[in-house]
């Protein structure tokens, strides 16, 4: 290689400023990886790490402030929107965002995003659905499927007894505080890309037209669904989707795509 | 001359808190506190802040953590049945060293009880409320002008350090209307700055997190001792009392709050009949004014302790001087049940031969 095509090469493809150099704590096949690094390259693509303020749930995503190169408040279970809601009241010029789970989000913690979306606050959320309570070892969470095993539901989820899994994301797309709202998985190239341009979608919602922005990613969790990596990711399309359909549901923000 | 007002306490509270310059209040409608919210809601939009009536007590705690967080002098009030749902919140409050302030104008209880003043709440006040072992800064007015004084006090405490302080009111001090010199506020000049407080990293270059996760060995435990030294270090210099005819008692009633206003009455018709018994009222119920009831009892004297409720701070009287004789006179809260100034002077007579 001549020196002159080095000096023509250019970076394509690196760590995301707004990640931290260290290992994360995630089991093998886990996609929380995947969408820490889309909502880093997102925060990048405003360059906005410097001013951000994120909000930890509890769960696997709690340790996300050592992953960010963010400041970071973390919450009680469930209550990151009401968090998110007092730190961009006070600095709301600062972009601000919830990392939620299943069982956070759409279980203990649902009085608090509904009220966050209705009243609109300019704030990004993306949640994160495995279909179970991932730190806590594998329960059934809101968003368990019906018939799936877990922990608390040995014999399969039974919606006669246990209820149906909750469709965020179509809930809050129907409530007029909601600006932005979309479904997304990371299971395949295509999806990942799709699940970036979200992401990013999400926090322009909040940038540009200072409104409410929500993504709900379809994630794995092999661990706890007793599966190999590979078998969990082919779940999401196999099992997941069918049931959480991929998609935006709603698009209210100025710029549109 | 100096402007007075003829306004309820909580009115008051409302004053205080927007003079010493809370610009941020999250809350939630409850009997016999909504006079605080209302009054915000009209007051804060001139001023620049930010009023949310929150979908539940649970969430304007944790709108008072966000805003804290982020260093903003915050608050959030309610009423007993409130602030238990609140408990979690002044939990991670407490954990993650967020100050603020959280009003207690308290009912009676348990459960949904009843709307009149209640002093039921002392323990889950004083003795943290919620899990982990904690404790709050704990401020009992008894006086309109009190409600004032004390939440602006409550916010340069809690700012000092970094522990969150609540205002310990009643349906009684809550909703009375007496004469307020409202003053101007000063910030103490040695307030330290909130270099903790989450502004992004960009500007201090390095990213700072608000939490009270502490996993690895050890950590918790040198965290919880830190808390502890300060609650060490406010019993230390925090600690503020009132006393009414102590100096030749023979018999030191005590009392907070309301039941303070009613006890210094009677111990006022006692003196009038001769009688040698004075009053001691703790303002900080946290730190708790466990030297003031030493001084006051050194020379054998007696204490009776009246409150309304079953017992409560006169737990924390009897560990203050043990070997003294603590009386303990209570209503159990409840719609009818406030003791008047006769029924405590009767329990004076009960307790004191000593006449002048």
Known sequence: MSSENVEAMKQVFSRPVSLNQVQTHFCPGCQH?????????AMDAFDIQGQTIGVASVGCSVFLYGYFEIDVIEAPHGRAPAVATGAKRVHPQRPVFTYQGDG???????????????????????????????????????????????????????????????RMTELLAGLEGTAYAARVAVDTPQHVLQAGKAIKKAFQTQLQDNRFGFVEVLSTCPTNWGMKPVDANARVAEEMIPYFPLGVFKDASAQGE | MTKRLFVKGNEAVAMGA?????????????????????????????????FIQAESEIASINMLLGASACGARAMTSSSSPGISLKQEGISYMAGSECPGLIVNISRSGPGLGGIDASQADYFQATKGGGHGGYHLIVLAPASVQEMYDLTMLAFDLSDRYRV?????????????????EPHPYTAPADLPPKEWALIGPGERGVNK?????????????????????????????????????????EL?????????????????????????????????????????????????????????NTGQMVDDVRLAVP???????????????????????????LHCEVRS
Request: hydrophobic share 35%.
């Open chain 1, 33 to 41: 990886g995947v969408i820490h690094r889309l909502v880093a390259q």
């Open chain 1, 104 to 166: 956070d989000l759409a279980a203990i913690g649902t009085s608090e995003i509904i009220h966050c979306a209705n009243r609109g606050e300019p704030i990004t959320v993306i949640f994160v659905n495995n279909t179970t309570y991932g730190m806590t070892g594998g329960q059934m969470a809101p968003t368990t499927l019906p018939n799936q095993r877990t922990s608390t539901s040995p014999y399969g989820r039974d919606p006669g007894k246990d209820g149906y899994p909750i």
């Open chain 2, 18 to 50: 927007l003079e010493a310059g809370c610009r941020y209040y999250f809350g939630y409608p409850i009997t016999p506190q909504s006079d605080i919210p209302e009054y915000i809601a009209r007051e804060m939009p001139a001023l620049g802040g930010e």
């Open chain 2, 164 to 180: 969150p302080a609540m205002i310990l009111a009643d349906a009684v001090i809550g909703q009375m209307k007496e004469a307020l």
């Open chain 2, 209 to 249: 997190v608000v939490k009270s996760l502490y996993l690895g060995d050890g950590e918790l435990e040198q965290h919880n001792l830190k808390l502890h030294r300060k609650y060490a270090e406010m019993q230390e210099k925090e600690v503020r009392y009132a006393g009414y005819e102590l100096n030749d008692a």
């Open chain 2, 252 to 308: 030191v009633v005590t009392a907070y709050g309301s039941t303070a206003r009613i006890a210094h009455t009677a111990v006022r018709l006692a003196r009038q009949q001769g009688y040698k018994v004075g009053l001691l009222r703790p303002i900080t119920l946290f730190p708790f004014p466990k030297m003031a009831y030493k001084r006051h009892t050194a020379a054998g004297q007696k204490v009776l302790c009246v409150e309304l």
């Open chain 2, 323 to 349: 070997g003294v004789e603590v009386e303990f006179y209570g209503r159990a809260p409840g719609a009818g049940s406030l003791p008047t100034p006769e029924e405590i002077f009767a329990q004076i007579r």
